[in-house]
């Protein structure tokens, strides 16, 4: 009897582990089901880009302040520079460190401002957006990987040459995948940490 209830057991348990790894499999396929398909990718018309609508919803990486590359000093007002990565990009960004293929990334400038309603002392951003640009990475259809386009107040960017300095100065200076994480302080510590900085980087 003992015997027979052991098999009894037995034969139910065989039958309900393939449910059960089933029932697994499915959820781990939920929790994965994002993929590259689902990113906001890159939108051409013809030779230019199309500004994604919604970018200030999109990931705020940081916000420079009268940034320049240039020894120097840029005369005139005071510019804010602000960066937004789309979502799936920078989350795919902390699993591994890097950029995956149609990232954006969007460049927007604004004036800063220091006198307005209370505030008395510092800068704040004004509402007139004065510079946009996107960074894209789009390996099948641009050289080197990664393309910047500028909009002058236009839904469409023109492409940047690749003969500008720009290019050269993202991969010869860039922290990781010719984007300037260094300057993105919640991303520069995971890149070390996975080990993507690239070679040229000099902090």
């Known amino acids: 009897m003992v015997v027979r209830a052991r098999r009894r057991h037995t034969n139910v ?5 393939p449910l059960i790894s089933v029932a697994l499999f499915c959820i781990s396929s939920l929790a994965l089901s994002e993929t590259p398909a689902e990113m ?7 030779d230019q880009l199309v500004l994604p609508a919604n970018y200030r919803e999109w990931v705020f990486l940081s916000a420079g302040f009268d940034m320049s590359y240039s020894p120097v000093a840029s005369p ?3 510019m804010f520079d602000n960066v937004f ?6 989350k795919s960004f902390l699993q591994a460190g890097t ?15 220091g006198k307005g309603s209370i505030n008395q002392h510092g800068n704040y951003q ?29 839904t469409t960017g023109k492409l940047v040459p690749h003969t500008e300095d720009c290019y050269s100065c993202h991969a ?7 984007t300037f994480v260094q300057f993105y ?14 070679k040229s980087y000099q902090p």
């Open 172 to 178: 010869s200076h860039a922290a990781v995948d010719t």
């Open 185 to 198: 302080p919640t991303l520069l510590p995971l890149a070390k940490s996975k080990g993507t900085l690239s």
């Open 99 to 113: 950029w995956p293929d149609k990232t954006l990334l969007v460049l927007e400038q604004r004036g800063a401002r």
């Open 76 to 78: 005139g007002h005071h």
């Open 13 to 17: 348990m065989n039958t309900r582990t």
């Open 126 to 154: 004004d509402g007139a957006v004065m510079g946009l640009e996107v960074h894209v990475k789009d390996v099948a259809r641009f050289e080197g990987g990664w393309a910047f386009f500028q909009f002058d107040g236009k």
């Open 40 to 46: 906001h990718t890159p939108v051409y018309d013809k």
């Open 85 to 90: 990565a789309e979502p799936l990009a920078y």
